[in-house]
C-alpha cells in the first residue's frame, strides 16, 4: 500500500472514561500525556498505534485515522482538486508534521510524516 493508514484517534469528552473503556474492553495500555488531554495507545502485534484525546472546549467527540505521506501538502492539494478540502494546514510539531482534510462527504481524514 503506497500510503498506509498508520495512526487512528478517538476523541471526545472524558478522556479517563476512554481510557477506561478501551482498556477494559480490548486491553488497550496507554500512555497518558496530561499536559496535552491526550494519552497514546500502544501498539501491539500488528496493529496501528493510536491515541486517546480529551475534545477542545467540551466539543463533540470524533474518530479520525492518519495516513502516512512524504508529502501532505502534495496530498492537501489533490484533495482539493478532487473537491475536498483542507481542514488543518500541514502543521510541524517537534516529531511529526500533520494535516487534515474532509472528503467530498465531510469525512476527517489526516495525514501524517515522520511517523
Known amino acids: 500500500m ?3 493508514v498508520v495512526h487512528f484517534e478517538v ?6 472514561g476512554l481510557q477506561s473503556f478501551y482498556g477494559e474492553l480490548f486491553g488497550w495500555k496507554t500512555e497518558a500525556i496530561p499536559e496535552m ?3 497514546m495507545v500502544e501498539k501491539e ?3 496501528i498505534a493510536g491515541g486517546l484525546g480529551r475534545s ?3 466539543g463533540p467527540g470524533y ?3 492518519y495516513v502516512s505521506t512524504d508529502d501532505p501538502q502534495a496530498i492537501l492539494d489533490k484533495v482539493e482538486s478532487l473537491g475536498g478540502k483542507t481542514v488543518m494546514p500541514v502543521t510541524e510539531l517537534p516529531q ?3 494535516a487534515m482534510f474532509a472528503d467530498p462527504e465531510g469525512h476527517v481524514i489526516g495525514l501524517v ?3
Open 2 to 4: 503506497a500510503n498506509p
Open 11 to 16: 476523541v471526545g469528552k472524558d478522556l479517563a
Open 37 to 39: 488531554g491526550y494519552a
Open 96 to 98: 511529526v508534521t500533520l
Open 63 to 65: 474518530v479520525t485515522f
Open 56 to 58: 477542545q472546549d467540551g
Open 113 to 115: 510524516k515522520g511517523m
Open 45 to 47: 502485534g500488528e496493529g
